[in-house]
């Protein structure tokens, strides 16, 4: 079992930056391929980025592209979010995801479908 533990989110105004921070623990055997993912009140959970397990690739939703920046730390089976410029539009719970190296492709990285392990999410509202 592998457990997904989100932490960084909270309140901002408009243009602020946020840190999320994703950790994860217990029966892990390979490198993850990691993903973040949002939902919005009355809305369905929205691809935002991913990175591949060697940390080499990563792929971004349009509406962040400049704005966002996935990393990730291997050795600590760790991601990270940096969300800057954020906007109200940005408002919802992320959630973390992961998958095992080997169950990681790149056709369905964009897809809750394309994970294994989630995390319970944080909050992240934006103000206006």
Not at 39 to 62: C, N
Not at 89 to 114: H, I, L, Q
Request: proline share 3%; hydrophobic share 25%.
């Amino acid at each position: 079992q592998v457990r997904l533990v989100e932490s960084g989110g909270g309140l901002v105004e408009t243009g602020g930056s946020l840190r999320l921070s994703c950790v994860a623990s217990g029966d892990i055997h390979s490198r993850l391929g990691w993903g973040w993912f949002r939902q919005g009140p009355g809305k369905e959970r929205e691809f935002v980025a991913t990175i591949s397990w060697s940390g080499l690739q990563t792929y971004y939703e349009d509406s962040v592209k400049g704005r966002f920046t996935i990393s990730s730390d291997t050795d600590e089976n760790t991601q990270y979010l940096q969300m800057d410029s954020l906007k109200p539009e940005d408002s919802g719970v992320y959630y973390c995801a992961a998958a095992p190296e080997a169950n990681y492709y790149f056709s369905k990285r964009t897809r809750p479908t394309g994970y294994t392990y989630w995390g319970q999410g944080t909050q992240v509202t934006v103000s206006s």
